[in-house]
């Protein structure tokens, strides 16, 4: 009975019988828990719901064979105000979705519109983040003494590429500018690691631990949970060293995640999906038709995580039941801490980044394809 | 006739020790349940997603079945799955009429599948090498060759997380939505194992042989010929069932992570037992094992976080292996005495 009124149900909703209200997020991989991507992407989300009154759901995909039939299953229920896919992976399955259910609007969180009108692409400049982040590693390896600076990647993806392309920039850019301020001679090399996946927190540790045996003791993470192995890296060799804070110091990526390893994570390359989520809603209440939304530090869709940042993430934490090293307060203090160990005019040059980047004197290199990624680690070794 | 009131009464069960779970958390398993089914089959687009995704667990169902019939534990489908998925996309670089490039596809997939399992039965019936502990080792070569070729030599040029397409041409056409004619495929490769298994020579001497080796050999025939033919056949239907979603599904490439291949290899276990290990039971088993996976992100809007679809998917799928799972259990021991003869 229940089985033939639910089946009664979808056939009226596909009927266009009950208006859609809803919105749907629907994450390619792991899902909300991981206190970053996803999670700021849920958070947007519920920002969004609460803004314009509308319901919330989402579901993760079980594998990458259903996502075609996934998507085809939210779209045909005809419930949705928007169907947003949360995750580079959707890559192939999104527009074909969009394709097939023209009357659905869809956004790609990390992936482009694909000129489909009812397609809203969420594109960030991830080079800006990474370069704040490899502006601040590069100034402190120069401070250290170290000879090179790492990052721990995911997989060969073009928002990965950004990231590592912005941070190669930024940290020779900061080679230059602590040239020219103080006249000393510097060279830094960038050394960065493919895992290969999101999700192999063991693969990102050994990784972190043979970048900081070559000498990258400033490692920034972009490897979604692969890189929480690099923070477990980082801290072990600091404290082998019988350092309550870094170096090694480690950076990481989408989220402000200081709070994982009070200490030895220095700052975070932000990317605001949650900003993003909720642009797409706006989006889809209103009339235009598909299009690319990039968002950059003008937008406030990147950055490098800031006091606030720090704080809301470690709000997060604490509401998620994520286990912390000690109380709020306490991690909050190490956090600073930990930023006033290093010279201060790390942070002067990373102002002066931020304004020349936004005032638009700086232009970071293009890094969406695997020639032009090859491109820029032949010019920014 | 028994058979089947078996399982239905573990299913039954099943489904019951998996509404515990979900009441226990606080959700309300009938409803969810019922969106499963609603996702998996509620109108012809989701019964072609799900008939779509079960295709390639009948193939790798086959080939654990066909080994389980010679006496054989035969878990190297994953390997094999995983080779001729890569050998079927790399045809993909020749330049072939279509039609023609889809059956050659095809045929250097199965040649390179059946090649993989070639060392599990030399190792067996020359060294004595159980064939569990080979296949797991080749298991995993072949997943990291595959990773290294998909990743360093076939990967897209603009994109970085999955291979080229394979052309037009070289596809299996659609029949509708995710739904195309790698249906025939995996139906015919079924009908194939069922008749030559009960109908002809070679398939009586692979079943006499996995009853009771002794017997077999005293009768005048090959145990060790049979195994081989167990193996390799097994070893095509595996590198077949890794084709169908390069060639049968859409995106028409592999992914980086391999992930759009599955654990097609290991499941296909699973479905063979459901099945009892006969090539129409795998038929149904499959068909289960496919709405249990499509159907899941409709029960996942019902609040049901994912690690708990796994767990119900999962006790689910363990009731309804149980009864086979036991019999085999009971059936190896007699006949691991008597596998000093196949040496």
């Known amino acids: ?381 | 006739m028994k058979r089947v009131a078996e399982t239905l009464t573990v299913l039954v069960l099943g489904i019951l020790v998996g509404a515990l779970v979900m009441a226990l958390w606080g959700r309300d398993p009938w409803s969810s349940y019922a969106s499963l089914l609603s996702g998996a089959l509620g109108n012809t687009r989701a019964l072609m997603s799900t008939l779509s995704r079960s295709l390639g667990l009948v193939l790798t169902g086959l080939t654990f079945a066909v080994g389980v019939r010679a006496g054989l534990f035969n878990i190297g489908a994953q390997g094999q799955m995983l080779l001729g998925a890569v050998v079927a996309l790399s045809c993909g670089l020749l330049r072939l009429p279509p039609g023609l490039h889809l059956v050659a596809a095809l045929a250097l997939s199965g040649l390179a599948g059946m090649a993989w399992a070639l060392p599990v039965a030399a190792l067996k019936l020359t060294r004595g090498v159980n064939e569990v502990i080979s296949t797991i080792m080749l298991n995993w070569v072949a997943h990291w060759l595959v990773l290294y070729l998909v990743i360093q030599k076939l990967s897209d040029p603009i994109l970085g997380q999955r291979t080229f397409t394979v052309p037009p041409g070289m596809r299996f056409p659609v029949i509708r939505g995710e739904l195309t004619w790698a249906l025939v495929l995996a139906l015919a490769t079924a009908l194939f194992f069922w008749w030559f298994l009960w109908h002809h020579a070679k398939g009586y001497e692979i079943r006499a042989a996995g009853l009771n080796p002794r017997a077999a050999t005293a009768a005048g025939i090959s145990v060790k010929k049979a195994m081989t033919t167990a193996l390799l056949l097994g070893g095509v239907a595996a590198a077949w069932a890794g084709a169908i979603q390069v060639l049968g599904r859409f995106p028409y490439a592999i992914t980086s992570d391999l992930a759009n291949l599955g654990n097609l290899g290991f499941d296909g276990i699973a479905v063979a037992l459901i099945g009892r290990n006969h090539p129409l039971g795998i038929l149904a088993g499959a068909f289960f094992f496919g709405t249990l996976a499509t159907g899941a992100a409709k029960m996942g809007l019902r609040g049901i976080p994912i690690d708990m679809i796994y767990i119900v998917q999962g006790v689910i799928v363990v009731f309804m292996a149980a009864p086979e799972a036991l019999r085999l259990v009971r059936l190896r021991r007699p006949a691991a005495k008597a596998k000093e003869v196949a040496r």
């Open chain 1, 1 to 381: 009975m229940r089985v033939f009124l639910s089946f009664l149900l979808v056939g009226l909703l596909s009927l266009g019988v009950l208006a859609a209200d809803k919105i749907c997020l629907y994450f390619d991989q792991t899902g909300p828990g991981d206190l970053s991507f996803n999670d700021m992407a849920l958070l947007g989300a519920q920002k969004a719901a609460a803004d314009f009154g509308l319901e919330l759901f989402y579901t993760t995909a079980s594998s990458p064979m259903g996502f075609l039939s996934d998507l085809s299953g939210l779209a045909e229920s005809g419930e949705y105000v928007v169907i947003v896919g949360v995750g580079f992976l959707l890559f192939d399955a999104l527009p074909e979705a969009a394709r097939l259910y023209p009357d659905q609007k869809f956004a790609f969180v990390d992936g482009p519109n694909f000129d489909l009108p009812n397609m809203l692409g969420l594109l960030f400049r991830e080079q800006e983040g990474g370069a704040l982040a490899g502006v601040v590693a590069a100034l402190v390896a120069i401070a250290n003494g170290d000879p090179a600076v790492g990052a721990v990647a995911g997989m060969e993806i073009p928002p990965v590429w950004r990231y590592e392309a912005g941070y190669r920039f930024g940290a020779h850019w900061a080679v230059d500018w602590y040239k020219a301020h103080t006249g000393k001679d510097a060279d830094i090399k960038v050394m960065v690691t493919y895992v290969g996946r999101f999700d192999d927190p063991a693969g990102g540790k050994v990784a972190a631990e043979a970048l900081i045996r070559a000498g990258a003791r400033n490692i920034l993470g972009i490897a979604g949970g692969t890189h929480l192995g690099a923070f477990d890296a980082a801290e072990e060799a600091g404290r082998a060293a019988g350092r309550e804070i870094g170096p090694p110091f480690a950076y990481g990526a989408d989220a402000a995640q200081e709070y994982i390893k009070p200490g030895f994570i220095l700052g975070s390359a932000r990317k605001r999906v949650d900003v993003a989520v909720y642009e797409a809603v706006k989006w889809a209440l209103g009339d235009e038709p598909g299009k690319n939304l990039v968002l950059g530090i003008k937008e406030n869709g990147t950055g490098f995580s800031t006091y606030e940042d720090i704080v809301t993430f470690i709000d997060l934490a604490v509401k998620a039941g994520y286990p912390l090293a000690g109380s709020p307060d306490e991690i909050l203090e190490k956090i600073l801490a930990a930023r006033q160990s290093v010279p201060y005019y790390v942070w002067q040059a990373l102002g002066e980044f931020i304004g020349q980047l936004k005032a638009g004197v700086i232009q970071l290199p293009e890094a969406s394809t695997a020639d032009q990624i090859a491109e820029v680690r032949e010019m920014y070794p």
